[in-house]
């Protein structure tokens, strides 16, 4: 098992940056894989990013390419989503997620965070 906790979300206009962190209860964060996802108001989560147990590989969605950045520090167990030219589109709450076992592509991901809220206005 692994608890996750997310923080960083928050309001900001369109254009604007946040930088969504998340922890690990785990002394052995290096041995997951992890990931973001959000879900907007009536709609299905969908996978934003994903990054390997050294960082060593990353996966974006399409629709935060060039926009957002994933990151690691597996000597703090924490994982960062760095969220640049934002849009009222990436309002959302936003999960950290995390597995052992499977690839960066894949989206099947055990254990999830609680979600921060992001909103973002034009």
């Known amino acids: 098992q692994v608890q996750l906790v997310e923080s960083g979300g928050g309001s900001v206009q369109a254009g604007g940056s946040l930088r969504l962190s998340c922890t690990a209860s785990r002394r052995t964060f290096s041995d997951y894989i992890m990931g973001w996802f959000r879900q907007a108001p009536g709609k299905e989560r969908e996978f934003v990013s994903a990054i390997a147990r050294s960082g060593e590989t990353t996966d974006y969605a399409d629709s935060v390419k060039g926009r957002f950045t994933i990151s690691r520090d597996n000597a703090r167990n924490a994982v960062y989503l760095q969220m640049n030219s934002l849009e009222p589109e990436d309002t959302a709450v936003y999960y950290c997620?995390?597995?052992?076992?499977?690839?960066?592509?894949?989206?099947?991901?055990?254990?999830w965070g609680q979600g921060t809220q992001v909103t973002v206005s034009s």
């Open positions: 997620a995390a597995k052992r076992f499977g690839t960066v592509s894949s989206t099947v991901y055990p254990y």
